[in-house]
């Protein structure tokens, strides 16, 4: 996984959608399944922001662009289903969003914005990682065991994710989705 380096006073983060219950478990279990050795580290999730390194300093205005995007931004229905990878680029397969797709892209434009604005390696796509870092072999299995998954939620607010020490992605903070809705 590539993690930016941190120094003394700073701190990992990331942002991202927190796929619920019992969504989330599934995902975890179907992930460890297929020998991502991430698997226990990091929750299922949609990324908004990939990790990224803050000053400790910066926290509360990390914390007020957060509650000003989420403040913004209305809750969405969100529709997980299928699989997809990004391979020959990058050995990862993953959950498709099929639904919620315009919402997840405008957060992440909002997100990615102000003290947290920075360059992306990749286009942004939203998706939820099952196997990463694992053999062509796995890779084939989850693409094709996750073919049929299908989980429909509602969105309701963002995590701020902080990376422990101990290596595992931690939710910190959530920001509720508070915006009026244009439908």
């Given at each position: ?20 219950e019992p969504y ?149 903070r959530r920001f ?8």
């Amino acid at each position: 996984m590539n993690l930016p380096e941190r120094g003394p006073h700073q701190v990992r983060i990331g942002i991202a959608i927190e796929i619920p219950e019992p969504y989330g478990t599934a995902l975890q279990e179907a992930r460890a399944a297929f020998g991502d050795p991430f698997a226990g580290d990091i929750p299922p999730h949609i990324t908004l922001l990939g990790p990224t390194v803050v000053d400790e300093s910066d926290l509360d205005e990390v914390y007020a662009h957060l509650e000003h995007v989420a403040a913004h931004a209305a809750p969405f229905r969100a529709i997980l289903r299928g699989s997809g990878t990004f391979r020959p680029v990058s050995p990862v397969v993953f959950v498709v969003v099929a639904q919620g797709i315009a919402e997840c892209e405008g957060l992440e434009g909002a997100v990615r914005s102000g003290i947290l604005d920075q360059e992306l390696r990749f286009n942004y796509h939203p998706h939820v990682t099952v196997a990463h870092e694992v053999d062509d072999e796995a890779l084939d299995l989850a693409f094709d065991e996750m073919a049929g998954f299908e989980a429909a939620f509602d969105v309701t607010g963002i995590h701020l994710y902080e990376h422990g020490d101990d290596g595992v992605w931690r939710p910190a903070r959530r920001f509720d989705l508070i915006g009026l809705s244009d439908a």
